[in-house]
Nanobody, 111 residues
Framework: HVQLVESGGGTVQAGGSLTLSCAVSGIDHHACMAWFRQAPGKEREGVASIRPATGHTDYADPVKGRFTISSDDAKETVYLQMNSLKTSDTAVYYC??????WGQGTQVTVS
């Protein structure tokens, strides 16, 4: 069955960096992968997406220039490198496939 497992979350001071990983299994091809986040009391929002076949990426305005999404097809893993973190980046981060499969989320707290 399809499984997405996020890791790499934690607590970091403002201005710091974290790298999230999303290990994907159970599907041979995913046209699009994305990271979303949900802060307390707020709706889930898209953060970044990537089309692994072309390398095309998109970013939400609040994270442009600070976050980088990438994929390693050999490892079946999608990454989210987060730099210059702000307290407003505090949220549960989820990865998802374009076909609608979701991971369980990983908490990122910026103090």
């Amino acid at each position: 069955h399809v499984q997405l497992v996020e890791s790499g979350g934690g607590t970091v001071q403002a201005g710091g960096s974290l790298t999230l990983s999303c290990a994907v299994s159970g599907i041979d091809h995913h046209a699009c992968m994305a990271w979303f986040r949900q802060a307390p009391g707020k709706e889930r929002e898209g953060v970044a997406s990537i089309r692994p076949a072309t390398g095309h990426t998109d970013y939400a305005d609040p994270v442009k220039g600070r976050f980088t999404i990438s994929s390693d097809d050999a490892k079946e893993t999608v990454y989210l490198q987060m730099n210059s973190l702000k307290t407003s980046d505090t949220a549960v981060y989820y990865c998802a496939t374009g076909s609608g499969f979701w991971g369980q989320g990983t908490q990122v707290t910026v103090s």
